[in-house]
């Protein structure tokens, strides 16, 4: 369980949006992402965590979800989790693809560009994998 640091009373800690599972799906999440963390003040998180919502949406949508909700959370001033839930069947590996694969990177990029990932399955079906980022600024 991450601590919940307080935050003042008029700014948001959670974003849950719902995308329909077509191909604009992980250009809606990518932007959508950002303008919630530049909202935040966290926008020189919004590269990485754009990047990594794309894989994870897009992920989803190869595994044939039909419905995808992406879930934005700020857990401290510089924490933010970004979540991804499909209906999916099976859940995503990490892939060890070699250099002529064109695809199976998605999962290794969000490990590189978050300071922690996981993944589990849900009991009503579908799964949820999430990316945690630390902003530049943060006590390590």
């Known amino acids: 369980m991450l601590p919940k640091a307080p935050l003042g009373d008029d700014q948001e800690r ?9 191909l604009s799906a992980a250009g809606r999440a990518r932007r959508r992402v950002g303008e919630v963390l530049r909202r935040w003040g966290r926008g020189e998180l919004v590269d990485d965590a754009a990047l990594c919502v794309s894989e994870l949406v897009t992920n989803a949508l190869n595994c044939g979800a ?6 934005v959370e700020r857990h401290t001033d510089q924490l ?3 979540a991804v839930w499909d209906d999916g069947p099976g859940c995503p590996e990490l892939q060890d693809p070699d250099v002529s694969c064109e695809n199976g990177r998605g999962l290794g990029i969000v490990e590189a560009l978050s300071v922690a990932w996981g993944k589990h399955g849900s009991a009503d079906g579908g799964k949820t994998v999430w990316a945690r980022f630390l902003g530049p600024d943060a006590d390590s």
Not at 14 to 22: E, G, I, S, T
């Open 66 to 71: 039909s419905d995808i909700r992406v879930l």
């Open 80 to 82: 933010v989790e970004i």
């Open 14 to 22: 959670l974003v849950v949006c719902r995308f329909d599972a077509d």
